[in-house]
């Protein structure tokens, strides 16, 4: 029974929605492309697929990333299954005229070649209403900045997975602050060998220590610095 191919419409929709994370669990894009489509085929609104499908399907993936149970190849995987996803979805949300969060630009720092860590941040943001410009690897300071006054963002993340490389925020960071512009954006850190302290040290408004805490802390900050200045929620 386990070698036959389960059909999706078949399933009641809770159930659908759970094979959907198994799905995006192992990586299975033909399948979450299908899945969204059945679920928005029975009424279901652009939004909730996204949020109860495949943003839930990843904050697990996150999860298990983060401890060790899931490994970069499988996160790819993952990544490549909700993008399969989203692809169906997003120009169903841009109809409905969801309105997005807010805006991040992100990148790995100067001198940092990782980015499976950053892309997975930036999947997850994109899936809980973020619109997001990723700036990929080895970004400088005049980058971050370019891209910040092209995009106007309400938040600046910056990743790095080596320890050479982590003290480069500092330099971003102050370069932000010289321009008299670091009032403007929160700024988040993330990264493997990073922590609370760090990002303190560096003056970042917080450090995120894996995927869903960032996607999470980013929607909180937006929106407290939204209800702070007087803007609608």
Not at 32 to 56: S, Y
Not at 94 to 105: N, P, Y
Not at 114 to 142: P, R, S, W
Not at 167 to 187: F, N, Q, S, T, W
Request: with cysteine; glycine share 10%.
């Amino acid at each position: 029974m386990a070698d036959e191919e389960l059909d999706l419409n078949s399933l009641s929709d809770e159930d659908l929605v759970l094979q959907m994370h198994d799905d995006l669990y192992d990586g299975l894009a033909a399948e979450i492309d299908e899945g969204t489509r059945i679920l928005l085929d029975r009424g279901w609104d652009p939004q909730r697929v996204l949020n109860d499908a495949l943003v839930e399907g990843m904050r697990i993936v996150g999860i298990d990333f983060r401890d060790g149970i899931l490994f970069v190849p499988e996160v790819l995987l993952a990544a490549n299954a909700m993008k399969a996803g989203m692809e169906v979805l997003r120009p169903l949300l841009a109809e409905t005229g969801a309105e997005t969060i807010g805006k991040v630009v992100i990148g790995t720092v100067k001198g940092d070649i990782h980015d499976i860590g950053k892309n997975l941040v930036a999947m997850m943001l994109e899936g809980a209403g973020f619109e997001v410009v990723n700036l990929g690897i080895n970004t400088d300071a005049d980058e971050f900045i370019a891209a910040l006054d092209e995009h106007k963002p309400d938040i600046l993340g910056m990743s790095a997975l080596l320890t050479t490389t982590m003290p480069y925020m500092k330099v971003v960071i102050e370069a932000l602050k010289e321009k008299g512009i670091r009032e403007d954006y929160i700024v988040l850190v993330g990264g493997a060998p990073l922590n609370e302290e760090f990002g303190v040290a560096v003056g970042a408004d917080a450090y995120c220590r894996d995927a869903a805490v960032a996607a999470e802390t980013a929607e909180a900050l937006v929106l407290a610095r939204r209800l702070t200045s007087g803007e609608a929620p």
